[in-house]
């Protein structure tokens, strides 16, 4: 209320209802048109890809183009929905309905700023709450004498939140999450023609076989990853469509939005819901199912933001298409937030995730077994156990979606993650009664070794040192271990190839042996990275002319080679190593087309 109340008496408030919304789209679509531009040296362009260009913000925090882009779409999506509550503008399926929208002048689009920090700090402020209510730590109101010496001069109440918006693992997973799914992209890009083999959106695409741009091969290629599953033979349907057909039907909405903006048309263009839906049929879905698509990706209430659902509904009935919210996003990582607004649920993803470990397990020379035993009323079911040296090691395999950043949804995440521990503990606890059983599967003498638990993710979230005598680990870094005792960082050169430089020791000797398996579950070296760059910001907003709100957020440093060489203690810097093997690349090429000569 205080928000909407200041914005009131702002210079933006007298404007129309439809000139206040033109105003803020077209200034979104100017900032991020800008935010581009600047990091236009360092873009991936191919594919409508953003590299993590770093640019700093006003308060001089380090902020990738994809993050600076991130801000400011949540931003106008807060300001629609303030403006749709105010307005009551939602039609009966809770979707947002604009006015439709005149050509916004540059002193509207200059006003709308206000509009811009109001979306911005109201969804602040609504985060805010929502995080008190779901991790604990009251906002407390701060009166004269107790204002932090943050606060600018004229504040008189400041209400305050001690506690960050998220748990540190919860950020760290969704930063390693990102930086996977943004390297197995631009390495399709720089190491395969998948590119130049994209079908386009202009003529009809068959479904199968074919994909409409890099996008899409990179979603089906991501979310088979994330799944654990064959999205391309997957016939099942979510919410009426096969996974096939949701990616197609982003990654084409996607290429329409950077194909007409490359056009000079723009970020932010309306189109017939007819004109859409026929172009999805041209791509290979139903009338039906392209209808459904439509449906499913326009803003509103149950969609957590613009990036979730691009379409904007305004009162003729066309859809306003934001590119902003396509242009360079990963569908994969798009599906994956819109499925879990959703509340989907995919019950036999786990036991595809269990099969993938226990081969992984299997080609590492780990002999492991799954086995199921009853006793009495009481059944016990392991997904993967192995011994190793003085050790057996028991793994639960969980395959579900990462809560992303809302705080209800990490809230869920955490109650999971307490049954899963509960879970875990029955199990040890079967073992421990019927220590007959470790025998009988791994071996005389199983039952004497000692047990570790583990709680295993096929998605990257893992958490330093066992949590109530558990232990917290992915995938990600349980394959990367046993394939290769050193982990690498990845140098890119002038001519786009890419050279790993050895960084960190995952095994003390020629061979992974159960201590150094021990010791990457109790500090995981990819989180020793995200935490090594990670700093906790403050940050204070205004919520009425004397009133603000403070809280806390982590922020990501940017992550360099010598950052990291820094962290891992390699001596010479790994910029000076990578230089080296650069150098020795640039001869070698010279020599190369020399002798082609």
């Not at 008189?156 to 998220?166: D, F, G, I, N």
């Not at 720089?190 to 068959?206: L, M, Q, S, Y």
């Not at 242009?327 to 599906?335: F, H, M, S, T």
């Not at 570790?452 to 232990?471: F, T």
Request: net charge negative; proline share 5%.
């Amino acid at each position: 209320h205080r928000v909407r109340a200041s914005l009131a008496q702002s210079a933006f408030a007298p404007l129309s209802l439809e000139r206040r919304c033109a105003a803020a789209i077209a200034r979104t679509v100017v900032q991020v048109e800008n935010i581009l531009e600047q990091a236009k040296g360092l873009l991936v362009t191919q594919g409508a890809a953003r590299a993590s260009a770093i640019l700093r913000d006003e308060n001089g925090r380090p902020v990738n183009a994809d993050g600076a882009v991130h801000e400011l779409v949540l931003d106008l999506g807060g300001m629609l929905f303030m403006e749709a509550y105010e307005h009551q503008l939602f039609d009966g399926d809770g979707k947002i309905v604009l006015p439709n929208l005149p050509t916004a002048t540059d002193d509207d689009i200059y006003k709308a700023g206000l509009s811009e920090l109001g979306g911005r700090y109201w969804s602040f402020w609504a985060g805010l709450e929502e995080a008190s209510r779901a991790f604990g730590g009251d906002i407390e109101p701060l009166g004269p004498g107790a204002i932090p010496p943050e606060a600018p001069a004229d504040a008189q109440l400041v209400y305050a939140h001690k506690k960050p918006l998220e748990p540190w693992p919860v950020f760290a997973s969704r930063i390693r999450l990102i930086d996977r799914s943004n390297q197995h992209f631009v390495e399709l890009l720089t190491t395969t023609n998948v590119g130049e083999k994209a079908a386009g959106i202009d003529k009809p695409v068959p479904l199968s076989g074919a994909w409409v741009n890099l996008a899409e091969f990179h979603g089906l290629l991501t979310l088979s990853e994330y799944l654990a599953r064959e999205v391309v033979s997957d016939t099942r349907l979510v919410e009426g469509l096969r996974f096939i057909e949701w990616i197609r039907g982003y990654a084409t909405l996607a290429m329409l939005a950077e194909e007409r903006w490359t056009a000079g048309d723009g970020m932010s263009i309306a189109f017939k819901r007819e004109e859409l839906s026929e172009l999805l049929q041209r791509v290979g879905l139903t009338k039906n199912k392209a209808d459904r698509l439509l449906d499913a990706a326009t803003f509103g209430k149950g969609r957590r933001d613009l990036f979730d659902a691009p379409l904007i509904r305004l009162h003729d009935g066309r859809l306003l298409l934001f590119g902003p919210a396509l242009i360079g996003q990963r569908v994969a990582d798009v599906l994956t937030s819109l499925f879990s607004s959703m509340n989907l649920n995919f019950d036999d993803k786990g036991k595809a995730f269990e099969k993938r470990v226990l081969q992984a397990l299997t080609e590492a020379g780990r002999s492991p077994t799954a086995f199921k035993f009853k006793r009495g009323v009481e059944e016990y079911d392991y997904d993967a156990i192995f011994a190793w040296g003085d050790y057996v090691f028991l793994l639960e395999c969980k395959n579900r979606s990462l809560p992303g950043d809302s705080p209800t949804s990490i809230a869920r995440f955490a109650q999971d993650r307490s049954t899963t521990i509960g879970q875990v503990k029955r199990l040890l606890k079967g073992l421990a009664d019927h220590p007959e059983e470790l025998d009988k599967r791994l071996g005389a003498g199983a039952a004497a070794k000692t047990i570790v638990p583990i709680i295993l993710r096929n998605l990257p979230y893992a958490e330093q040192g066992p949590q109530d005598g558990i232990y917290f680990y992915d995938y990600s870094a349980l394959s990367r271990f046993f394939k290769n005792g050193r982990m690498s960082n990845s140098i890119a050169l002038r001519d786009g190839t890419r050279i790993a430089v050895p960084t960190f020791m995952l095994w003390a000797g020629a061979a992974p042996e159960p201590a150094d398996f021990l010791a990457q579950l109790d500090s995981p070296v990819q989180l020793q990275i995200v935490e090594h760059h990670t700093r906790i910001f403050p940050m204070l907003f205004r919520l009425d002319s004397t009133t603000f709100a403070t809280t806390e957020r982590y922020i990501l440093e940017e992550v360099t080679p010598d950052s990291v060489a820094a962290l891992s203690g390699a001596p010479d810097g790994v910029m000076a190593a990578a230089l080296k093997v650069a150098q020795t690349h640039a001869e070698q090429s010279q020599k190369a087309m020399g002798d082609e000569g």
